[in-house]
């Protein structure tokens, strides 16, 4: 299955809900300002690294102590 996704310059995205409880290892997001629903990404028990560039205001994420895979975020 899909392990790799970049979601970048997409201005109206607003959910990124249809990504929870999948297996993404390596996730990148840029420029995606209007994403409101960062907390899915808690839901991803494979996530290793992810990207967040120029997405607005991304609240702390509390969840990433749940996922035992997760080493990276830049």
């Excluded at 997001?29 to 494979?46: M, Q, R």
Aim: aromatic share 8%.
């Amino acid at each position: 299955g899909l392990r790799v996704l970049e979601l970048n310059y997409l201005s109206r995205l607003q959910s990124i809900r249809a990504i929870g409880n999948t297996q993404l290892e390596d996730i990148e997001f840029e420029s995606c300002p209007k994403v409101g629903d960062w907390g899915v990404l808690g839901e991803l028990p494979t996530l290793r690294s992810l990207s967040v560039l120029h997405c607005g205001e991304v609240p702390k994420l509390k969840t990433f102590g749940s996922l035992t895979r997760f080493r990276y975020l830049p």
